[in-house]
T-cell receptor, first 112, second 115 residues
Framework: DTGVSQNPRHKITKRGQNVTFRCDPI?????LYWYRQTLGQGPEFLTY????????KSRLLSDRFSAERPKGSFSTLEIQRTEQGDSAMYLC??????????FGPGTRLTVL | AQSVTQLDSQVPVFEEAPVELRCNYS??????LFWYVQYPNQGLQLLLK??????LVKGINGFEAEFNKSQTSFHLRKPSVHISDTAEYFC?????????????FGTGTRLQVTL
């Protein structure tokens, strides 16, 4: 088991473009979480999945953000019409039910 | 809703000295508490967790933390730090009710260890 992986590790885009990030959780984990971390802050919860069902979304997740987890395996997080305020580290974590969450290395997004 | 306060944004300390990183939480229900460490350009690694039972929990790399319900605190301690402990440390809380186990994090404490 290689842990949680995220791709790409870094993404630079121009304002107004769409971006998509991918997260591959630990294989036996049924829960998958997305967090956003801005400079000097702790991670903030965005959304989570239990298997393929998206069960909770934060009010931070505007309608420009969409997340999917088809077949309950990997997940994607898409941001449409990016804004400079979207620049952040996007972290993915997975867990088996209520057990501890294991975090991936994150995807750092820079919006120019 | 729960919240976490990490009172110190930065803690400078000399190598081999003891250190305490403070964490206070607020919640109207029972909580689970965690400390994570983040090295530059990396994700978060779990140091230790309190779920129930003994209020003194031991984690990796010689760290320990004590859950104090009356003071709503979960301070992290290490008796002797190393240069390699330089990193950002985050305290986090989740509740044991409902279907979600999302974590609420503090703003972090930067531990800077010098010779």
């Amino acid at each position: 088991d290689t842990g949680v992986s995220q791709n790409p590790r870094h993404k630079i885009t121009k304002r107004g473009q769409n971006v998509t990030f991918r997260c591959d959780p630990i294989s036996e984990h049924n829960r998958l979480y997305w967090y956003r971390q801005t400079l000097g802050q702790g991670p903030e919860f965005l959304t989570y999945f239990q298997n393929e069902a998206q069960l909770e979304k934060s009010r931070l997740l505007s309608d420009r953000f969409s997340a999917e987890r088809p077949k309950g395996s990997f997940s994607t997080l898409e941001i449409q019409r990016t804004e400079q305020g979207d620049s952040a580290m996007y972290l993915c974590a997975s867990s088996f039910w209520y057990n501890e969450q294991f975090f991936g290395p994150g995807t750092r997004l820079t919006v120019l | 809703a729960q919240s976490v306060t990490q009172l110190d944004s930065q803690v400078p300390v000399f190598e081999e000295a003891p250190v305490e990183l403070r964490c206070n939480y607020s919640s109207s229900v029972s909580v689970y508490l965690f400390w994570y460490v983040q090295y530059p350009n990396q994700g978060l690694q779990l140091l230790l967790k309190y779920l129930s039972g003994s209020t003194l929990v031991k984690g990796i790399n010689g760290f320990e933390a004590e859950f104090n319900k009356s003071q709503t605190s979960f301070h992290l301690r290490k008796p002797s730090v190393h240069i390699s402990d330089t990193a950002e440390y985050f305290c986090a809380v989740t509740t044991n009710t409902g279907t979600a186990s999302k974590l609420t994090f503090g703003t972090g404490t930067r531990l800077q260890v010098t010779l």
